[in-house]
């Protein structure tokens, strides 16, 4: 499977609540934002806390032609914990953060519009 980033694409085979459920995507503040200049497209590396359930984990997100490391400091974010970690690079990814593409193609992240609890859990 890829990623469509066409907004006019119909959406993908239906799935059960089911399936729906066992994406786990939970609230997280990320703590600390690196410059990821190894990577293949304009990247950082999010250090991510997610409270005590998931705990902190590291991410790689392509998000450095919008946001400095200094803007995401203390930003909340949505990522998939249960994912496996995959290695990046040098950079071994715990989670997938969240964004969607603009017109432009770039990512913008996907957050909540308040404060939810760290580790809160999308439904």
Same mark, same amino acid.
């Given at each position: 499977m890829h990623l469509v980033h066409d907004p006019a694409a119909p959406p993908h085979?239906?799935? *059960?609540?089911?399936?729906?459920? !066992?994406?786990?995507?939970?609230?997280?503040?990320?703590?600390?934002?690196?410059?990821?200049?190894?990577? !293949?497209?304009?990247?950082?590396?999010? *250090?991510?806390?997610?409270?005590?359930?998931?705990?902190?984990?590291?991410?790689?997100?392509q998000v450095a032609e919008l946001y400095s490391p200094e803007a995401l400091e203390g930003r909340m974010v949505a990522a998939v914990v249960n994912f496996p970690p995959r290695q990046i690079g040098k950079f071994m990814s715990e989670v997938l953060t969240l964004g969607f593409p603009d017109d432009a193609g770039r990512v913008v992240l996907f957050a909540p519009d308040s404060a939810v609890p760290l580790g809160a859990r999308l439904f």
């Open positions: 085979d239906p799935i *059960t609540f089911d399936d729906f459920l !066992r994406v786990d995507i939970r609230a997280g503040r990320n703590i600390r934002a690196e410059p990821f200049p190894e990577a !293949r497209k304009p990247s950082l590396k999010l *250090t991510i806390d997610f409270g005590p359930g998931v705990g902190v984990k590291r991410s790689s997100a």
